[in-house]
């Protein structure tokens, strides 16, 4: 039984892989798949990646990109979610900011640096057509963080996936202003290159156990009552949010990287393009 580690956040994105380890599914193949949840996000998963402290990240693909061109040791084996990740834009729920206009030049609430609540900051900025050298971070490491961040005035806006932060916008405590998708599949699956050096074949049987898994997932019956009981979530949202998102059993293309690449870049989220082959792996 070959040993796994395995961080990705606490979202519904990952009950796939949540339900593959309870059903015994990776034990079958020989893997014990000992899953960490990381509310942090993003940023928190790349440092793991680099200190060894997890062998795979279920990642935001913008996230794992940057910190691969900046020197993280590991690659892209696989997409994850092809459909975008929807991030909402949110305020405190008693704040006088009404228009994603209002936010120009106002402190951004983010899990860390280099998380997905940063780059996206970025892509929001361009798309809107402000200075993004004007933007300003306040580092809340979590929801929580930011909750208290934006309702103390430390932080103007937070950005975070839609349907999580719902709950907080249904009960008073934000107001969402607008949303922004990503213009590339949301989730990826990395891992560290020393983990598909020795372990290729690990690696290959993990890939076809999550395949099958998220391939079936949305039949799973009654998957949308245990989804929102599991997420503290309205039944007819995560309908909607099961309607809109689609994992992938495909390989991240050269096409698509480049378009990341090409953007990160333009914001100046990093300073150099690297090759196809240095961020993705091909199993």
């Given at each position: 039984?070959?040993?796994?580690?395995?961080?990705?956040?606490?979202?519904h994105?990952?009950?796939?892989?949540?339900?593959?380890?309870?059903?015994?599914?990776?034990?079958?193949v020989?893997?014990?798949?000992?899953?960490?949840?990381?509310?942090?996000?993003?940023?928190?998963?790349?440092?793991?990646l680099?200190?060894?402290?997890?062998?795979?990240?279920?990642?935001?693909?913008?996230?794992?990109?940057?910190?691969?061109?900046?020197?993280?040791?590991?690659?892209?084996?696989?997409?994850?979610?092809?459909?975008?990740?929807?991030?909402g834009?949110?305020?405190?729920?008693?704040?006088?900011?009404?228009?994603?206009?209002?936010?120009?030049?106002?402190?951004?609430?983010?899990?860390?640096?280099?998380?997905?609540?940063?780059?996206?900051?970025?892509?929001?900025?361009?798309?809107?057509?402000?200075n993004?050298?004007?933007?300003?971070?306040?580092?809340?490491?979590?929801?929580?963080?930011?909750?208290?961040?934006?309702?103390?005035?430390?932080?103007?806006?937070?950005?975070?996936?839609?349907?999580?932060?719902?709950?907080?916008?249904d009960?008073?405590?934000?107001?969402?202003?607008?949303?922004?998708?990503?213009?590339?599949?949301?989730?990826?699956?990395?891992v560290?290159?020393?983990?598909?050096?020795?372990?290729?074949?690990?690696?290959?049987?993990?890939?076809?156990?999550?395949?099958?898994?998220?391939?079936?997932?949305?039949?799973?019956?009654?998957?949308?009552?245990?989804?929102?009981?599991?997420?503290?979530?309205?039944?007819?949202?995560?309908?909607?949010?099961?309607?809109?998102?689609?994992?992938?059993?495909?390989?991240?293309?050269?096409?698509?990287?480049?378009?990341?690449?090409?953007?990160?870049?333009?914001?100046?989220?990093?300073?150099?393009?690297?090759?196809?082959?240095?961020?993705?792996?091909?199993?």
């Amino acid at each position: 039984m070959k040993t796994i580690k395995i961080a990705g956040v606490p979202e519904h994105f990952n009950l796939p892989w949540e339900l593959a380890i309870e059903n015994g599914d990776f034990k079958d193949v020989g893997i014990d798949l000992q899953w960490t949840n990381i509310p942090e996000g993003t940023g928190k998963m790349c440092q793991m990646l680099r200190d060894g402290e997890t062998d795979i990240a279920v990642i935001l693909t913008e996230g794992i990109v940057k910190d691969i061109v900046s020197g993280n040791p590991s690659k892209i084996v696989q997409i994850y979610v092809e459909s975008p990740l929807i991030w909402g834009i949110h305020v405190a729920a008693a704040s006088n900011y009404n228009t994603l206009s209002d936010l120009e030049n106002k402190r951004v609430a983010i899990s860390r640096f280099g998380s997905g609540s940063q780059l996206m900051a970025y892509v929001n900025a361009k798309n809107e057509g402000w200075n993004t050298e004007n933007l300003q971070f306040e580092v809340v490491n979590t929801i929580d963080g930011a909750v208290e961040a934006l309702t103390n005035g430390t932080a103007d806006y937070f950005m975070w996936e839609h349907f999580m932060t719902k709950p907080l916008v249904d009960n008073g405590i934000f107001r969402r202003v607008a949303d922004c998708p990503t213009p590339w599949p949301s989730f990826v699956i990395a891992v560290r290159e020393e983990i598909l050096t020795k372990h290729p074949n690990t690696i290959d049987k993990l890939l076809k156990v999550i395949n099958n898994t998220t391939k079936k997932f949305k039949d799973i019956p009654d998957i949308d009552s245990t989804l929102a009981s599991k997420f503290n979530q309205k039944k007819e949202d995560i309908q909607e949010w099961l309607h809109l998102t689609e994992w992938s059993q495909k390989q991240l293309t050269e096409k698509v990287l480049n378009k990341i690449q090409n953007q990160l870049l333009d914001l100046k989220i990093v300073e150099k393009k690297v090759t196809f082959m240095e961020i993705v792996k091909v199993l």
